[in-house]
């Protein structure tokens, strides 16, 4: 008699909330529901455009890959990318991110930061270890650890200094099971971008440890007020650094899977380590080949497509900031870098952030991410808003947003505390 697949107890705990509400949002839009999609950081659905250049070189390579197989030429290429990308990685990471001695062997190609970062811990992490992650903090470190039957280790960013890290935490967290700690710069969800000392900070920490740091730079180029951007593995002498980065954020294609992981091992500490992610490189072939023809263009070339997205985006994000924070009951960190902002909200008791966003949702239309998706520390509630959508889109949802939290309070019979 046939019986039901099991699936793997692994996969249980697998959740990745930035998608996972939007199947709710689907069922609404089938109904005939307008939905304002504030949820996804995807910059070419709103009104920014991918570089056509970059476009028509990727078009180019495919048209030439295809004609390539039909004369017996193979299609795929190196496990760890085409040198002359590696190349312009390695040279964009010496000179322009201060990480020394980088060559294009230091590097691969990846499809998409994801990848790196998945093939990063599986490779590192037998059962029971542990990596720290930052809480809040991108959903793909927590959904991707227990599927290599490693622990959860979520080290709580302190709000109240601007989301950036707390050190007495990190002593607390850390154990004889920590293999590596995730530092994301800047931070998704909450837009901070980390200053000198705290980076340093991080460097003794995981020095004292011996702990790998796995540094998430994807937004590294989108910095608002004059700030600058400073790469943990450019001032690190002894620490071992996995450093993340891709095209996808900073050149507007997300979608394209164009990402890669650069190693600054000072005293050659994790060559067993770079051998075992290898291994994983060659026995998945390689990334996509066409994209990665675009990735020496780009990092060689002038980012002036740059200066119009970011006065766009601080634009948005100064009205995000503003208006966010003109509503009672709700309180937002003014984001540093990337695109998004990590607002708090007082909720009525027995009441928690996932319930007050589906219920923004069916009401307004607004769509946003409920807080717990991303980590947060016990017993506070957030969402996050991605502030890429056009001014007037934003205006009108945060106009929903407010009126439907003051007809949420009333519901309940809520009254704000100071």
Same mark, same amino acid.
């Given at each position: 008699?046939? @019986? ?26 089938? @109904? ?17 455009? *991918?570089?056509?250049? +970059?476009?028509?070189?990727?078009? #180019?390579?495919?048209?030439?890959? !295809? ?10 290429? #190196? ?17 322009? %991110? ?58 709580? +960013? ?16 850390? !154990?004889? %099971? ?6 994301? !710069?800047?931070?998704?969800? *909450? ?8 980076? +340093? ?12 740091? $796995? ?7 989108? +910095? ?53 992610? !290898? ?62 902002? $990590? ?63 003051? %007809? ?11």
């Amino acid at each position: 008699m046939a @019986k039901h697949v099991k699936p793997a107890d692994r996969t249980k705990n697998v959740t990745y909330a930035i998608r996972d509400i939007v199947l709710k949002a689907k069922q609404l839009e089938a @109904k005939g529901k307008q939905i304002l999609y504030l949820n996804i950081g995807d910059p070419p659905v709103y009104d920014f455009e *991918t570089p056509a250049d +970059l476009r028509r070189i990727v078009a #180019d390579k495919i048209l030439q890959s !295809n004609a390539g197989a039909k004369n017996n030429v193979s299609t795929y290429c #190196d496990s760890m990318g085409i040198l002359e990308a590696r190349e312009a990685i390695a040279r964009n990471a010496v000179e322009v %991110k201060g990480i020394k001695n980088v060559t294009p062997n230091d590097v691969f190609v990846s499809s998409g930061a994801s990848e790196a970062i998945t093939l990063a811990i599986a490779a590192l992490i037998d059962p029971g270890d542990n990596i720290m992650t930052p809480s809040p903090g991108y959903p793909l470190y927590s959904g991707q650890i227990p599927v290599y039957h490693g622990e959860l280790n979520p080290y709580l +960013l302190n709000e109240e200094t601007g989301w950036q890290i707390d050190f007495d935490e990190l002593e607390r967290r850390v !154990n004889n %099971k920590t293999k590596a700690i995730v530092v994301i !710069n800047p931070n998704n969800p *909450t837009g901070a971008n980390y200053n000198r000392e705290s980076i +340093l900070n991080i460097l003794q920490f995981a020095e004292k440890y011996n702990l790998v740091v $796995f540094a998430d730079e994807i937004y590294d180029k989108l +910095l608002f007020d004059g700030q600058k951007h400073i790469s943990i593995a450019s001032l690190s002498e002894t620490v071992p650094i996995i450093t993340f980065g891709g095209l996808s954020k900073n050149y507007i294609m997300p979608g394209w899977r164009v990402g890669w992981a650069i190693f600054h091992d000072p005293l050659q500490m994790i060559v067993d380590y770079r051998e075992a992610i !290898n291994k994983l490189l060659r026995a998945r072939l390689c990334s996509p080949h066409p994209q990665q023809y675009m990735i020496a263009p780009a990092l060689n070339g002038d980012d002036d497509h740059l200066p119009e997205m970011m006065a766009k985006i601080q634009r948005r994000r100064d009205i995000t900031y503003e208006m966010l924070n003109a509503i009672p009951g709700i309180s937002c960190v003014k984001p540093g870098g990337a695109f998004y902002a $990590f607002p708090q909200i007082q909720l009525p008791k027995g009441i928690d952030d996932e319930q007050y966003v589906i219920g923004l949702l069916e009401e307004t239309g607004v769509l946003v991410v409920y807080g717990k998706g991303f980590g947060q520390k016990p017993g506070t509630n957030h969402f996050r808003i991605v502030f890429l959508p056009d001014d007037n889109t934003l205006i009108h949802s945060y106009k929903l947003i407010r009126e439907f939290t003051e %007809k949420f309070y009333a519901r309940y019979h809520f009254s704000l505390t100071i």
